[in-house]
């Protein structure tokens, strides 16, 4: 009986197909286990691939970064370098417009210890009046001769004590050309004082020297020498000024007199 019943039990009871016990599946059970499995695939997959992306963007910004950094350096190197190369440039033509200075002044000195000068002298008489004029002298001081024709000019002035010299050559003056002048040659010649419009020499008057000894004029010469030597031209102007009059505490305007002594290059200037 009860074999009979295990039987009939085991009979009625559903078999799996697979042999594995009471798990069954049907087709669309299967179906859908294998697209759930391969949908997390797929999303394991989607997150794998955003993952390198994630990781590749970074590499990339890493790498923007450190290029940008480069670029920055290069580009401060580059302006530095630039820098220096302005700075030294700079320091460059300083030192040559320094040598270039140094050799003008070193042809400069050698020019004014080689060249000719022409000393003009004039010296008015301290004490005694020159009635009718007196001597200028020209002097060769320099190291070399003048040469061409040399020129020169002389006047002399009797002015109120308040006036001041005019520096006129225009008429009314002495003058003298001659030729060449040697290192230490020396040479005289007369400046006429109240020269008359036709050129003729006349004598201080009674009332003019009685003026002068009064203290209410003074007597101004001045004059000027052109000439020319081995390194062009030059010129040298003096001028020179007394009172006759015995009053220590007499103020003259003579002041531009002595201002207008000086030497230069080039054609003389000319009032």
Same mark, same amino acid.
């Given at each position: 009986?009860?074999?009979?019943?295990?039987?009939?039990?085991?009979?009625?009871?559903?078999?799996?197909?697979?042999?594995?016990?009471?798990?069954?599946?049907?087709?669309?059970?299967?179906?859908?286990?294998?697209?759930?499995?391969?949908?997390?695939?797929?999303?394991?997959?989607?997150?794998?691939?955003?993952?390198?992306?994630? &990781?590749?963007?970074?590499?990339?910004?890493?790498?923007? +970064?450190?290029? %940008? =950094?480069? $670029?920055? /350096?290069?580009?401060?190197?580059?302006?530095?370098?630039?820098?220096?190369?302005?700075?030294?440039?700079?320091?460059?033509?300083?030192?040559?417009?320094?040598?270039?200075?140094?050799?003008?002044?070193?042809?400069?000195?050698?020019?004014?210890?080689?060249?000719?000068?022409?000393?003009?002298?004039? &010296?008015?008489?301290?004490?005694?009046?020159?009635?009718? +004029?007196?001597? %200028? =002298?020209? $002097?060769? /001081?320099?190291?070399?001769?003048?040469?061409?024709?040399?020129?020169?000019?002389?006047?002399?002035?009797?002015?109120?004590?308040?006036?001041?010299?005019?520096?006129?050559?225009?008429?009314?003056?002495?003058?003298?050309?001659?030729?060449?002048?040697?290192?230490?040659?020396?040479?005289?010649?007369?400046?006429?004082?109240?020269?008359?419009?036709?050129?003729?020499?006349?004598?201080?008057?009674?009332?003019? /020297?009685?003026?002068?000894?009064?203290?209410?004029?003074?007597?101004?010469?001045?004059?000027?020498?052109?000439?020319?030597?081995?390194?062009?031209?030059?010129?040298?102007?003096?001028?020179?000024?007394?009172?006759?009059?015995?009053?220590?505490?007499?103020?003259?305007?003579?002041?531009?007199?002595?201002?207008?002594?000086?030497?230069?290059?080039?054609?003389?200037?000319?009032?």
């Amino acid at each position: 009986m009860t074999k009979a019943n295990n039987s009939k039990g085991q009979k009625g009871r559903p078999q799996s197909k697979t042999g594995g016990g009471d798990c069954r599946f049907s087709e669309a059970d299967r179906k859908g286990g294998e697209c759930k499995a391969q949908s997390e695939k797929n999303a394991h997959q989607d997150d794998q691939y955003r993952r390198r992306q994630i &990781d590749i963007e970074e590499a990339q910004v890493t790498i923007n +970064g450190r290029i %940008a =950094r480069y $670029t920055l /350096i290069l580009t401060l190197l580059g302006f530095i370098g630039n820098a220096a190369s302005i700075i030294s440039a700079i320091a460059a033509k300083k030192s040559a417009d320094v040598a270039t200075g140094a050799l003008d002044v070193a042809r400069a000195s050698e020019q004014a210890d080689r060249r000719a000068w022409l000393k003009l002298t004039l &010296d008015l008489p301290a004490s005694d009046i020159p009635l009718s +004029g007196m001597l %200028a =002298r020209v $002097t060769n /001081i320099g190291k070399t001769p003048a040469v061409g024709a040399i020129h020169g000019l002389a006047k002399i002035e009797i002015l109120d004590i308040n006036s001041e010299p005019s520096f006129n050559f225009r008429r009314n003056n002495s003058n003298i050309e001659f030729a060449m002048m040697f290192p230490n040659d020396s040479r005289d010649f007369p400046v006429e004082l109240n020269l008359g419009a036709d050129g003729s020499r006349q004598m201080l008057s009674e009332a003019e /020297i009685l003026d002068l000894k009064n203290g209410k004029t003074y007597l101004a010469v001045y004059g000027m020498i052109s000439y020319k030597d081995n390194f062009g031209m030059h010129w040298t102007r003096a001028c020179r000024w007394n009172s006759y009059s015995p009053d220590p505490e007499l103020m003259i305007q003579a002041r531009p007199c002595v201002s207008w002594n000086a030497a230069g290059d080039g054609p003389p200037p000319m009032n």
